[in-house]
């Protein structure tokens, strides 16, 4: 069974960093695409990040040269290092994993795994 655990988020003063980190067990290996999306209160999810099955990266604009995402396939780990965190980045993060290669590009589907989140909340 695929587990896929979120951590690393908290509460830090505008201009903070945070390093977000999903783990994903029940699979001997990531062969597909991973990726961070969140959801602010009111509003839809959004991707932010996103790491293709070859290392290829995409971004949401908004987060372009603040964020970066990684990943290390001997952990079975995504990484997501969040720098000059702005109000507007307070959202809950969710790591979505691909189910096998199934992906739009770099970035998993709706129907990929899912995990709990992690809440990232930026002060002014």
């Known amino acids: 069974q695929v587990q896929v655990v979120e951590s690393g988020g908290g509460s830090v003063q505008s201009g903070g960093s945070l390093r977000l980190s999903c783990v994903v067990s029940g699979v001997r290996y990531l062969s597909g695409c991973m990726g961070w999306f969140r959801q602010a209160p009111g509003k839809e999810r959004e991707g932010v990040a996103a790491i293709g099955r070859s290392g290829s990266t995409a971004y949401a604009d908004s987060v372009k040269g603040r964020f970066t995402i990684s990943k290390d396939n001997a952990k079975n780990t995504m990484y997501l290092q969040m720098n000059s965190l702005q109000p507007e980045d307070t959202a809950m993060y969710s790591c979505?994993?691909?189910?096998?290669?199934?992906?739009?590009?770099?970035?998993?589907?709706?129907?990929?795994?899912w995990g709990q989140g992690t809440q990232v909340t930026v002060s002014s």
């Open positions: 979505a994993v691909s189910r096998g290669d199934y992906c739009s590009g770099s970035w998993p589907t709706p129907l990929s795994y």
